[in-house]
């Protein structure tokens, strides 16, 4: 039963989130090809900054509580970065800022946790976004970096992601590509587009590619 409640609530907040719940997607992570076979690419991103949180569970059941609390953040559960008006003889706070969402929803293995993320538009520099009220969600810079990446459709089950990124680390191996990280896995679509829609990612950081 709580496995249902969770994929339930994942949906419903993957549903509000990709289809417009603040304001819509509005870019998606940015970056160059430097190599380029099929599915199989290598990338340079250009620096992020991501919302991030910690949770433990399953890697099936892991966004249910992560979404809700960026999806929080994103739409209004957030401080300005500014001075707060004052009003004797109570405080008054402006109200908190929707922050239009990005893609993909990366979620990034950590030990025994989960890191789950959303990237901030590019607009925003870690001065101007709003501070996180609730303090399980912070801002972080992501620099400059390359990742091996696959890209692929269908479910979100554990099981085709393994299986793509086994596929993905045999490609590395043999254009002699050296793995400095975690994988992440990405997601870009909305819960109810039609399996063969979906654009998938598994995305791997490696060091520095002599051509």
């Not at 090809?33 to 919302?51: C, N, S, T």
Request: net charge neutral.
């Amino acid at each position: 039963m709580n496995r249902i409640k969770s994929i339930i609530w994942t949906n419903i907040l993957l549903l509000l989130i990709i289809t417009g719940g603040c304001a819509g997607v509005s870019e998606e992570a940015k970056y160059s090809i430097v190599l380029k076979e099929g599915d199989l690419e290598l990338r340079r991103y250009e620096p992020q900054i991501v919302a991030e949180t910690i949770v433990e569970g399953d890697f099936d059941e892991v966004g249910n509580e992560a979404f809700r609390r960026l999806f929080g953040y994103i739409s209004g559960k957030n401080r300005k970065n500014e001075p707060i008006p004052m009003t004797a003889p109570v405080s008054q706070e402006k109200e908190g800022e929707k922050i239009p969402m990005t893609a993909p929803v990366n979620q990034e293995q950590k030990g025994n946790q989960w890191s789950i993320t959303f990237l901030m538009p590019s607009q925003y520099t870690m001065q101007t976004l709003p501070v996180p009220v609730d303090e399980r969600v912070y801002l972080r810079e992501v620099p400059e970096r390359l990742m091996a990446s696959i890209t692929y459709s269908g479910t979100w089950k554990q099981k085709r992601y393994e299986q793509h990124k086994e596929k993905l680390l045999d490609w590395m191996h043999h254009k002699m590509l050296e793995q400095v990280g975690e994988p992440v896995y990405a997601r870009y679509n909305p819960p109810f587009s039609l399996w063969f829609m979906r654009r998938n990612e598994v995305l791997i950081p490696v060091r520095k590619y002599e051509n």
